[in-house]
């Protein structure tokens, strides 16, 4: 699952004279066509959180991504940024606190510890994401900080795990650029299924 920042009334941050919510849009749809390139339908289901014009309610996502039993959740976001070489941000929820909860096999996840039930699926799964960012085939079009563990708010009570990537865009079109090395990254989790 996909959720592309911004909705209906959360139009994000402006880049280029365009808002950050109609570009995630655009990369998600492009993501999800050059994943069918590499694996039927049938076989991967590539779904948005959103379509245009959609409103989305507080821990909606969560609900949403919970009830279908996703492999994985993925929140992209842009912002403006005036370097030749953008920066990649790779982020995974935590309070920082996961050493001491340790829960009997019988237990009642509040929404906002559920990222706990596979928080060492989604150590990996970032962790893999970030060596294929950071390979020397990428190296040259940006530079990947992270992986970042923080109180991220879009990804909030999603169980699956989930990963916030936070990228700086030049002008509205250099997206473009993201949509091979996060594809490759993704088929790599796939191939690999931590």
Not at 126 to 151: C, D, H, N, W
């Amino acid at each position: 699952m996909v959720n592309p920042a911004g909705d209906a009334k959360q139009i994000g941050r402006k880049i280029d004279g365009y808002f950050e919510r109609g570009i995630t849009l655009q990369f998600f749809q492009e993501l999800k066509k050059e994943l069918y390139k590499h694996y039927s339908e049938s076989t991967l289901h590539v779904i948005s959180t959103r379509f245009a014009g959609d409103t989305i309610e507080e821990l909606q996502n969560a609900n949403f991504a919970n009830r279908l039993g996703i492999d994985l959740y993925l929140s992209i976001h842009f912002y403006y940024e005036e370097k030749t070489k953008p920066d990649v941000f790779l982020y995974y929820f935590s309070y920082g606190n996961e050493f001491i909860t340790q829960k009997p096999d019988l237990y009642f996840w509040p929404y906002d510890e559920a990222y706990l039930i596979n928080f060492d699926a989604t150590k990996k799964s970032i962790e893999t994401m970030q060596r294929v960012l950071e390979s020397k085939k990428y190296a040259y079009q940006f530079t990947v900080y992270g992986i970042f563990k923080l109180p991220f708010a879009p990804l909030i009570g999603i169980v699956a795990p989930a990963i916030g990537i936070e990228i700086g865009l030049k002008n509205k079109d250099n997206w473009r650029q993201y949509v091979e090395p996060i594809a490759i990254a993704l088929i790599s989790l796939i191939n690999n299924n931590p």
